[in-house]
């Protein structure tokens, strides 16, 4: 795993317990060269998110009992994909973004601008 750092290269706080998310499922958006998805961008999912993700293939509202997920609902925090969460941004459709819950290496894709015009904890 990866050092456990922010985009401002300080301690990562945790994203989300309830529902339980991270690549290791530790509840932060800790990640490792095995994360090909970068789940790094620590998000407040909303309904707009919800149903672009599920228009683009990944329903991450449905439950899947079979793998321990509750499905999420508007207000949840997850760890999303980078790359999806660019991908949103692009359709208007970028949900709002913890970055001390966010981890550095999501600037590999996304830019820290691009993630501060969507931050919930400054200004």
Excluded at 76 to 97: G, I, N, Q, S
Excluded at 105 to 119: D, P, Y
Aim: net charge negative; aromatic share 12%.
């Amino acid at each position: 795993m990866d050092e456990s750092l922010n985009v401002f290269d300080e301690p990562l706080q945790p994203c989300g317990e309830d529902p339980l998310t991270g690549y290791f499922r530790d509840g932060c958006c800790n990640t490792s060269d095995d994360d090909f998805g970068s789940h790094t961008v620590c998000v407040e999912v909303s309904q707009q998110f919800l149903e672009f993700s599920r228009f683009r293939g990944n329903d991450l509202s449905t439950p899947v009992p079979e793998f321990g997920f509750p499905g999420l609902q508007p207000g949840d925090t997850w760890c999303l994909c980078a790359a999806r969460w660019l991908e949103a941004l692009e359709y208007d459709r970028a949900p709002r973004v913890y970055l001390a819950r966010t981890h550095k290496r999501a600037l590999e894709i996304v830019s820290l601008e691009q993630l501060k015009a969507f931050a919930i904890d400054i200004n």
